[in-house]
């Protein structure tokens, strides 16, 4: 009779377990959270982790910290007319499992941000100086187009790994900070990477999913397709 009443209370537990291992799993696709004060990157260390090996918290000092620059403006005088200055944990080695890391971004006149994605970051942008037009696009089948045009002190988010972009529509140089949750986000540039992939993807493969005849996807495939990333 006993074994028959512990029956229910079985199938609690089994649910709860379940319940538990799904919200680690949820907790896992982020970042690698802290387990100590600071994990700043040994960049030298042959150990491949996901993420950086930590340095001797004995040999850590402010430098470790500390980034200079991001008040000079980059360089926007390409094609593109923009310039991304990204400080993440390549160039601030403390921020090794921290989960964060930030950008400036310049435009000149109607320079743009081209369609990128980050595969592994939220990003939230406010405007310094200038107007531009921003704006991501949902998943499939919406394929919805959210924008906005945003002024000096606007914010704006665009949610991890969807496709966004801004662009500078005034006749004045731009400047915007953007926050990102990630120590290492990663950028993916939607042009760069279907016609300036290396090797390159086959004409056929394109030209069927873009509907359009193979002479198109070689001129597109022939161009320079410029990376603005720093």
């Given amino acids: 009779m006993e074994s028959l009443q512990f029956i229910p209370k079985m199938g609690w537990l089994i649910k709860g377990v379940v319940l538990l291992a799904m919200a680690s799993s949820v907790v896992?696709?982020?970042?690698?959270?802290?387990?100590?004060?600071?994990?700043?990157?040994?960049?030298?260390?042959?150990?491949?982790?996901?993420?950086?090996?930590?340095?001797?918290?004995m040999d850590v000092n402010a430098e470790d910290f500390f980034f200079s620059g991001l008040n000079m403006p980059g360089n926007t005088s390409k094609r593109l007319g923009s310039n991304v200055t990204t400080v993440d944990v390549k160039k601030i080695a403390g921020l090794n499992t921290l989960g964060i890391s930030l950008a400036r971004i310049d435009f000149a006149p109607y320079g743009l941000n081209p369609p990128h994605t980050h595969p592994r970051a939220t990003e939230v942008l406010t405007v310094i100086e200038g107007s531009l037009l921003v704006g991501f696009v949902t998943s499939?089948?919406?394929?919805?187009?959210?924008?906005?045009?945003?002024?000096?002190?606007?914010?704006?988010?665009?949610?991890?790994?969807?496709?966004?972009?801004?662009?500078?529509?005034?006749?004045?140089?731009?400047?915007?900070?953007?926050?990102?949750?990630?120590?290492?986000?990663?950028?993916?540039?939607?042009?760069?990477?279907?016609?300036?992939?290396?090797?390159?993807?086959?004409?056929s493969v394109l030209a069927k999913a873009f509907q359009v005849d193979k002479k198109v996807i070689d001129y597109l495939q022939s161009q320079f397709w410029m990376d603005n990333n720093n």
Wanted: aromatic share 8%; net charge negative.
């Fill in 28 to 57: 896992l696709a982020s970042d690698p959270s802290p387990l100590q004060d600071f994990c700043v990157a040994d960049k030298a260390s042959p150990v491949l982790v996901n993420g950086f090996v930590c340095k001797n918290p």
């Fill in 140 to 203: 499939n089948p919406e394929n919805r187009l959210i924008f906005k045009v945003l002024n000096a002190g606007d914010v704006f988010v665009f949610p991890e790994g969807l496709i966004h972009f801004q662009f500078n529509r005034g006749h004045k140089n731009a400047v915007a900070i953007a926050g990102l949750s990630s120590q290492n986000p990663g950028v993916i540039t939607v042009a760069n990477a279907v016609f300036g992939s290396n090797p390159k993807i086959d004409e």
